[in-house]
T-cell receptor, first 113, second 115 residues
Framework: KQEVTQIPAALSVPEGENLVLNCSFTDSAIYNLQWFRQDPGKGLTSLLLIQSSQREQTSGRLNASLDKSSGRSTLYIAASQPGDSATYLC????????????FGKGITLSVRP | EPEVTQTPSHQVTQMGQEVILRCVPISNHLYFYWYRQILGQKVEFLVSFYNNEISEKSEIFDDQFSVERPDGSNFTLKIRSTKLEDSAMYFCASGTSGGAWETQYFGPGTRLLVL
């Protein structure tokens, strides 16, 4: 059974700092890995999707990397801003019996002005 | 920009009552999903739906749950006899392909409270 872990559960950084959010998964048989953003009381917004054959994806100040063999992904946020404060969820789309999105619990990021 | 909508945003019900959560997916999408998130817990997959039938379902999605696409626009989740542990945020999502190749678009959620 696929398990996705995100540590730490919460992170607080000053504005302008570059930061890395980590995600690990137990079963490397995946089609893709996705990073989502969730604002309090709101739905999930897709940030980046990395196919299993890819190593990284970039969108603006965000860069996500994938090391499928080691079961790890990182989300890099450059020059963080208070508006980046949210919960960041990692999810993998598995194969076979895991053909669904399996989510981590998320990292709650607070960017202090 | 097209978006997934869900109604109601909040619902309070008594244990044992039936509830229907409604979703309007993005219009050209063919794949539909329900997820739930118990407060403080992970987002969990419930069910996927394609071509008017269930594609995948999790062990959570037992006989108390059902899904339906009653017309060309709505996608519903019914819980027949709610339990206290059904209290959660329920998210609908939709996509143009089966999820392995492109992202899913999530609605804002329905917060269900069972008393």
């Amino acid at each position: 059974k696929q398990e996705v872990t995100q540590i730490p559960a919460a992170l607080s950084v000053p504005e302008g700092e570059n930061l890395v959010l980590n995600c690990s998964f137990t079963d490397s048989a995946i089609y893709n890995l996705q990073w989502f953003r969730q604002d309090p009381g709101k739905g999930l917004t897709s940030l980046l999707l990395i196919q299993s054959s890819q190593r990284e994806q970039t969108s603006g100040r965000l860069n996500a990397s994938l090391d499928k063999s080691s079961g790890r992904s990182t989300l890099y946020i450059a020059a963080s801003q208070p508006g980046d404060s949210a919960t960041y969820l990692c999810a993998v789309w598995g194969t076979g019996a895991n053909s669904k999105l399996t989510f981590g619990k998320g990292i709650t990021l607070s960017v202090r002005p | 920009e097209p978006e997934v909508t869900q109604t109601p945003s909040h619902q309070v019900t008594q244990m044992g009552q039936e509830v229907i959560l409604r979703c309007v997916p993005i219009s050209n999408h063919l794949y539909f999903y329900w997820y739930r998130q118990i407060l403080g817990q992970k987002v969990e997959f419930l069910v996927s739906f394609y071509n008017n039938e269930i594609s995948e379902k999790s062990e959570i999605f037992d006989d108390q749950f059902s899904v339906e696409r009653p017309d060309g626009s709505n996608f519903t989740l019914k819980i027949r006899s709610t339990k206290l542990e059904d209290s959660a945020m329920y998210f609908c999502a939709s996509g143009t392909s089966g999820g392995a190749w492109e992202t899913q678009y999530f609605g804002p959620g329905t917060r269900l409270l069972v008393l």
